[in-house]
C-alpha cells in the first residue's frame, strides 16, 4: 500500500504570499499524482492532475509539479479564497487504487 | 450544466445494509470512469470504489472490498454504491464523483456531488 505524507501540517500565510505545500509517496506513483481544495462544507475540488496538469477553470497561480515521490502544488501568490485545506491523491499503477494525503491547511496568518 | 445528485443515505443498524444512487447529467455518461469518495465526520476525504465507464470492471478500498460493490447503469444514467454488513466506522458523507476525460477510465476526481450522508448507529 502506497502511503502518502503532506507537510507542513499548517502553512500560515498572508494574502499575497507564496505557498508551497508538499506531498511525498513511500514509492513511486510516477506522475499519478493529483491536488484537490477543499472549503468547509463543500465538495473537495480537483486542482492539478498527472502532477502538472491544471484542471479545467483553475486560475493559472496555481502549480504543480514533481514525479515519482516528491510532489509539490504551489500557489504563486495568495488570494483570499485560497485558504482552505489541499489533499493530495496518489493512484497505484495496478490495480488502480486511490489514496488521499492528510491534508495540509493554509490558514490566514 | 455537469452534475452529480446522490441519494440513499439515511441512518442504519450495525450490520444491515444500504444503496446509493448517483445520477449524473450534463454530459455523456458512458464516456467516464465513477468514483465513490466518503468523507467521514472532522476527517480527509477516502476513496472507497471507482468503476470503468462501460460497468465491466471495478476496484474498491481494502476497507471496504467484499462488503461494497459499486455498479453503474448507463441507460439511466446512475452510478451505485451497495453497503452490505454496515459498521460503525462506515459513518461518513458518501460523493460520487467522475473521473477526469482519458482513454483511460482509472482518472482523478474532477466533478463531484454534494454527497449524502450515511450514520451507522445502534
Known amino acids: 500500500e502506497i502511503l502518502l505524507t503532506q507537510s507542513p501540517a499548517t502553512l500560515s500565510l498572508s494574502p499575497g504570499e507564496r505557498a508551497t505545500l508538499s506531498c511525498r509517496a513511500s514509492q513511486s506513483v510516477g506522475t499519478y499524482l493529483a491536488w484537490y481544495q477543499q472549503k468547509p462544507g463543500q465538495s473537495p475540488r480537483l486542482l492539478i492532475y498527472?502532477?502538472?496538469t491544471r484542471a479545467t477553470g483553475i486560475p493559472a497561480r496555481f502549480s504543480g509539479s514533481g514525479s515519482g515521490t516528491d510532489f509539490t502544488l504551489t500557489i504563486s501568490s495568495l488570494e483570499p479564497e485560497d485558504f482552505a485545506l489541499y489533499y493530495c491523491q496518489q493512484r497505484n499503477n495496478w490495480p488502480p487504487i486511490f489514496t488521499f494525503g492528510p491534508g495540509t491547511k493554509v490558514d490566514i496568518k | 450544466q455537469v452534475q452529480l445528485v446522490e441519494s440513499g443515505g439515511g441512518v442504519v443498524q450495525p450490520g444491515r445494509s444500504l444503496r446509493l444512487s448517483c445520477v449524473a447529467s450534463?454530459?455523456?455518461?458512458?464516456?467516464?470512469?465513477m468514483h465513490w469518495v466518503r468523507q467521514a465526520p472532522g476527517k480527509g476525504p477516502e476513496w472507497v470504489a471507482v468503476?470503468?465507464?462501460?460497468?465491466?470492471?471495478?476496484y474498491s478500498a481494502d476497507s471496504v472490498k467484499g462488503r461494497f460493490t459499486i455498479s453503474r447503469d448507463n441507460s439511466k444514467n446512475t452510478l451505485y454504491l451497495q453497503m452490505d454488513s454496515l459498521r460503525p466506522e462506515d459513518t461518513a458523507l458518501y460523493y460520487c464523483?467522475?473521473?477526469?476525460?482519458?482513454?483511460?477510465?482509472?482518472?482523478?476526481?474532477?466533478?463531484w456531488g454534494q454527497g449524502t450522508l450515511v450514520t451507522v448507529s445502534s
Open positions: 450534463g454530459f455523456t455518461f458512458t464516456n467516464f470512469g
Open positions: 464523483a467522475r473521473a477526469t476525460a482519458g482513454v483511460s477510465s482509472w482518472r482523478p476526481m474532477e466533478v
Open positions: 498527472d502532477a502538472s
Open positions: 468503476i470503468s465507464y462501460d460497468g465491466n470492471h471495478e
